[in-house]
């Protein structure tokens, strides 16, 4: 599965901002789904995942609260729904398609990974 994350840019400190997804393929369903992201200078982290129906999902508690990971399977596409962001939420954003259904919380459980899309907070 190819995977094409989009909807970074530039927002201020408490604004939103929702990443976008785009999954190639039939499978997508098949497939758990997780958000990840690195920061400059630091380790790629978890941040979001749910499972291939959207029944479950999981958050870093740095963003519980403040960030919303959704899917709609029918468009093949899962979103990052991004609240209150604050300067430390500025990382290039990776969305992943896990190699099981359930979409875990360790990167190494994921096959599939997009380009990455950059989320700059302004403070």
């Known amino acids: 599965v190819q995977l094409q994350a989009s909807g970074g840019g530039l927002v201020q400190a408490g604004g939103s901002l929702r990443l976008s997804c785009a999954a190639s393929g039939r499978t997508f369903r098949s497939y758990g789904m997780g958000w990840f992201r690195q920061a400059p200078g630091k380790e790629r982290e978890f941040i979001a995942s749910i499972n291939w129906s959207g029944g479950s999902t999981d958050y870093a508690d740095s963003v519980k609260g403040r960030f919303i990971i959704s899917r709609d399977n029918a468009k093949n596409t899962v979103y990052l729904q991004m609240n209150s962001l604050n300067s430390e939420d500025t990382a290039v954003y990776y969305c992943?398609?896990?190699?099981?259904?359930?979409?875990?919380?360790?990167?190494?459980?994921?096959?599939?990974w997009g380009q990455g899309t950059l989320v700059t907070v302004s403070s």
């Open positions: 992943a398609a896990d190699r099981s259904t359930r979409g875990r919380l360790h990167d190494y459980d994921y096959s599939y």
